[in-house]
């Protein structure tokens, strides 16, 4: 079994930046793809990132050229360093382990339970 804990979210204003980090524990192993989703009030859960086990990274067209995706294996930890917040990115932010990246939420193995990123206007 693995678990994953987020940290990191908060309140900011638009224009500033947060950066969320996902800490697994339990049965890890360099194995898994780990991917970023989130769920905005009212809003169905989307993708926003993944990152492969050997680096390679992709994203939702929204976030591209703001968001980054980084993990660093030796400490089971990936990152998500948002810059240039905007209102609509507010939304709890999960993280999520698997075999691919994308936004294939229904074949995810683990999950952890979220944090929460406010950016006001």
């Known amino acids: 079994q693995v678990e994953l804990v987020e940290s990191g979210g908060g309140l900011v204003q638009t224009g500033g930046s947060l950066r969320l980090s996902c800490v697994a524990s339990?049965?890890?192993?360099?194995?898994?793809?780990m991917n970023w989703f989130r769920q905005a009030p009212g809003k169905e859960r989307e993708w926003v990132a993944g990152?492969?086990?050997?680096?390679?990274?992709n994203y939702i067209d929204s976030v591209k050229g703001r968001f980054t995706i980084s993990r660093d294996n030796a400490k089971n930890t990936v990152y998500l360093q948002m810059n240039s917040l905007k209102p609509e990115d507010t939304a709890v932010y999960y993280c999520?382990?698997?075999?691919?990246?994308?936004?294939?939420?229904?074949?995810?193995?683990?999950w952890g339970k979220g944090t929460l990123v406010t950016v006001s206007s």
């Open positions: 339990g049965r890890t192993g360099s194995y898994y793809a």
């Open positions: 999520a382990a698997g075999s691919v990246v994308g936004p294939y939420d229904n074949v995810m193995d683990n």
């Open positions: 990152i492969t086990r050997r680096g390679g990274t």
